[in-house]
């Protein structure tokens, strides 16, 4: 994520503002990639902490309208919930949109979520986290993040966020849109990662009984990854969105390591994976190594085989190329 700057006094802002210390209300205008002050407000602000514009004609942001289903706000801490997903939602899009998904040029179908809390005011209901033919249902008890920690420490996961959360389900989505749209995806995506059309539901049962195969880790990201192709995608995809945005945040930050590019070089345009690989990967070894050093949990606790690699190269290329004009 890039730090941009006040359009008043020019002072550091990060994405998660909505005034400046100079006391100027901004709001960040996907359009522009920029903070701005003179372009009308998301109509959520107030409600969510939306700091999005929105376009002209709109009351809600190009993120907002994305959302056809809230939590039950008769239910204390459900908005404070809500307003944590929607936050997360934004930074996933901003990063997608760096890609040119859902911009003003993209004139595809967008995903439509479904931001669902466990607790209402009939009672506690279950609800699954997923993505069906475009639409994306959030268990907002994943923004609690006591809660998430049972949940990842329940699932023997090394990791496990909000932002992570969006990545993945997006990209089930994203999947469905190359498909339609692009030549040649389909048959390369079977090549690499294997047929998607094998039943699903038992794959996951059998993967829910019996865990992941051995030697997973040499061709999977994560263990849920190995469990059907479409998981497989979407765990590499999500995985590519992390790797580029820890590589643009860390370099936005001023910071420099071993093998690392200057602050000129954009992530997100890098026409090379393996190189944006290469400058990830040891970015994420620095950022180990300093989080061990105050006893925090590894930035990226993951290692990536030659495999792995591969899928991550193919899932870049796919993600950014698709968009290219």
Not at 13 to 32: H, K, Q, T
Not at 82 to 109: N, S, V
Request: charged share 20%; proline share 6%; net charge negative.
């Amino acid at each position: 994520m890039k730090i941009f700057q006040c359009p008043g006094c020019h002072t550091d802002l990060f994405i998660e503002n909505m005034a400046c210390s100079c006391g100027l209300a901004v709001a960040y205008d996907p359009a522009a990639e920029a903070f701005v002050s003179d372009q009308p407000f998301c109509a959520s602000r107030d409600r969510i902490g939306c700091n999005w514009t929105c376009a002209p004609g709109q009351t809600l942001c190009e993120s907002c309208r994305m959302t056809s289903v809230h939590p039950d706000l008769a239910v204390a801490g459900n908005d404070l919930l809500w307003a944590k997903a929607e936050a997360a939602k934004r930074h996933t899009l901003i990063g997608l949109m760096r890609w040119g998904w859902f911009t003003i040029r993209d004139t595809g179908p967008r995903p439509e979520f479904h931001m669902l809390a466990e607790a209402t005011s009939s009672g506690s209901v279950a609800v699954t986290m997923g993505h069906a033919a475009g639409l994306v249902t959030i268990n907002l008890a994943e923004a609690d993040a006591s809660e998430r920690v049972r949940r990842r420490e329940m699932l023997g996961e090394p990791y496990r966020t909000l932002i992570g959360h969006f990545r993945h389900e997006i990209a089930h989505f994203l999947f469905e849109r190359l498909s339609a749209e692009t030549d040649g995806f389909q048959p390369a995506f079977r090549e690499l990662m294997g047929d998607e059309t094998q039943d699903y539901g038992a794959a996951l049962a059998r993967h829910y009984d019996q865990g992941p195969p051995p030697g997973w880790q040499d061709a999977h990201v994560t263990p849920y990854a190995a469990a059907h192709p479409h998981e497989d995608w979407a765990e590499t995809a999500a995985h590519a969105m992390h790797l580029t945005d820890i590589t643009d945040s860390f370099l936005a930050a001023g910071l420099s390591a071993a093998d690392t590019p200057g602050p000129d070089y954009d992530a997100f345009t890098e026409t090379d994976p393996a190189h944006l690989l290469d400058t990830a990967i040891a970015i994420g070894v620095a950022m180990n190594h300093v989080n061990r050093s105050v006893g925090q949990p590894d930035l990226y606790p993951f290692v990536n085989t030659p495999k792995t690699r591969e899928k991550l190269a193919f899932v870049l290329t796919w993600l950014k190329g698709a968009r290219e004009i």
